[in-house]
Antibody
Framework: QVHLQESGPGLVKPSQTLSLTCTVS??????????WTWIRQPAGKGLEWIGR???????NYNPSLKGRVTISVDTSKNQFSLKLSSVTAADTAVYYC???????????WGQGTMVTVSS | QSVLTQPPSVSGAPGQRVTISCTGS?????????VHWYQQLPGTAPKLLIY???NRPSGVPDRFSGSKSATSVSLAITGLQAEDEADYYC???????????FGGGTKLTVL
């Protein structure tokens, strides 16, 4: 059973870079034709797709994040990571990592990690 | 403003049937892209409920079903139970945005 776990600082200062890592356990990040993605959810609001990466390193990002996003993969550690630069209070949210599997849906989710942007 | 439109809330009594609509456009649902539904119980991560319009992953009760027309889809829940009280999200792909999009979510209250 594949399991995803987010990790990273819970507090980031405005204008700095938010960095999170998702560790994949119970399976290899390179096995199968899977996309590995990041999604966020501000408190009391809906879900927003941030971006995705294929194990080859190919990426796609939500245009609304205007070039502030970078997603990378470390296959040796079975991890993928999110960097979001120039953060503001609007980036305060629960950040989830998730897998897009053979069902072409977000079939496995991490538990989520709360990130607050505040000085 | 979400790309996919859902009603903010629906409610029903135990045992009743409710439906949640999800309306898109010609760049997502109308373009034929699959629609998926997620259930988010309070304080937890979303869980895949329906995939590819009307398919249930293993373990999802058959009380949950999906349907699709030209540019809208619906999630139906029959035999409502208290444990169904949650937020429900539809999701698809949008060709004009070249990415995945979600509905704004619908809060289901079991009366």
């Amino acid at each position: 059973q594949v399991h995803l776990q987010e990790s990273g600082p819970g507090l980031v200062k405005p204008s700095q870079t938010l960095s999170l890592t998702c560790t994949v356990s119970g399976g290899s990040i390179t096995s199968g034709s899977y996309y590995w993605t990041w999604i966020r959810q501000p408190a009391g609001k809906g879900l927003e797709w941030i971006g995705r990466i294929f194990p080859s390193g190919s990426t796609n990002y939500n245009p609304s994040l205007k070039g502030r996003v970078t997603i990378s993969v470390d296959t040796s550690k079975n991890q993928f990571s999110l960097k979001l630069s120039s953060v503001t209070a609007a980036d305060t949210a629960v950040y989830y990592c998730a897998r897009v599997g053979k069902l072409r849906a977000f079939d496995i989710w991490g538990q989520g990690t709360m990130v607050t942007v505040s000085s | 403003q979400s790309v996919l439109t859902q009603p903010p809330s629906v409610s029903g009594a135990p045992g009743q049937r409710v439906t949640i609509s999800c309306t898109g456009s010609s760049s997502n649902i109308g373009a034929g892209y699959d629609v998926h539904w997620y259930q988010q119980l309070p304080g937890t991560a979303p869980k895949l409920l329906i995939y590819a319009d009307n398919n249930r992953p293993s373990g999802v009760p058959d009380r949950f079903s999906g349907s699709k027309s030209a540019t809208s889809v619906s999630l139906a829940i029959t035999g409502l139970q208290a444990e169904d009280e949650a937020d429900y999200y539809c999701q698809s792909y949008d060709i004009s945005l070249s990415g995945w999009v979600f509905g704004g979510g619908t809060k289901l209250t079991v009366l």
